[in-house]
């Protein structure tokens, strides 16, 4: 099947590390990307990693990613409370991508 | 670049009436999605398109809805009639060719059918 699968919510206060988990069925995935969704709004690539590597790091955002266990997961370090949003991880199984359900990230300051 | 713009914002209509959605894609951008939101089922790709030609339909619910890219810069998402159940989020992205090219996603379309 098809299925990218995501827990449903994380709280975290102002400054800690978040850290959001996906996993994913299919290992023929060749990219897996993440996206943020703010509320009214549409989803905002955050960043993608290529399933040939096991880290990505950019700025704030770390992905790491373990093809033997099809898991993906980022980290937001000294998250904000303009980090709070829902992310999506997604999975290119085809041109289209196929996403997860989101993860509501709440920031208490 | 503006983006991806997608019409109206919001839409309101009654059961039964016809209601079309537009989508202007980022200039240069060769795919062209159509995703809709609800909260039972998250986001589900209905249809694409390469080069203003359908790629894969499997995704649209049912004969009510159709969608057109009549050329590179515009197409349009259709259903009719409307029913309660469509009431969703649906939004419009392109990407450009190339292995992995991530989409870029419109602001979406909230529409309510009473």
């Known amino acids: 099947g098809e299925d990218v699968e995501q827990s449903l919510f994380l709280s975290v206060r102002e400054g800690d590390s978040s850290v959001i988990n996906c996993t994913y069925t299919?290992?023929?995935?060749?990219?897996l990307y993440w996206y943020k969704q703010e509320p009214g709004a549409g989803l905002q690539l955050l960043t993608y990693?290529?399933?040939?590597?096991d880290m990505k790091q950019d700025q704030r955002l770390t992905v790491l990613l373990n093809k033997k266990d099809k898991h993906l997961s980022l980290r937001i370090a000294d998250t904000q409370t303009g980090d709070s949003a829902i992310y999506f991880c997604?999975?290119?199984?085809?041109?289209?991508?196929?996403f997860g359900s989101g993860t509501r990230l709440q920031v208490q300051p | 670049d503006a983006g991806v713009i997608q019409s109206p914002r919001h839409e309101v209509t009654e059961m039964g009436q016809e209601v079309t959605l537009r989508c202007k894609p980022i200039s240069g951008h060769d795919y062209l999605f159509w995703y809709r939101q609800t909260m039972m089922r998250g986001l589900e790709l209905l249809i694409y398109f390469n080069n203003n030609v359908p790629i894969d339909d499997s995704g649209m619910p049912e004969d009510r809805f159709s969608a057109k890219m009549p050329n590179a810069s515009f197409s349009t998402l259709k259903i009719q009639p409307s029913e309660p159940r469509d009431s969703a989020v649906y939004f419009c992205a392109s990407s450009p060719s190339g292995a992995g090219s991530p989409l870029h996603f419109g602001n979406g379309t909230r529409l309510t059918v009473t």
């Open positions: 997604a999975e290119n199984l085809r041109r289209a991508l196929t």
């Open positions: 990693i290529f399933s040939n590597m």
């Open positions: 299919d290992s023929s995935s060749t990219y």
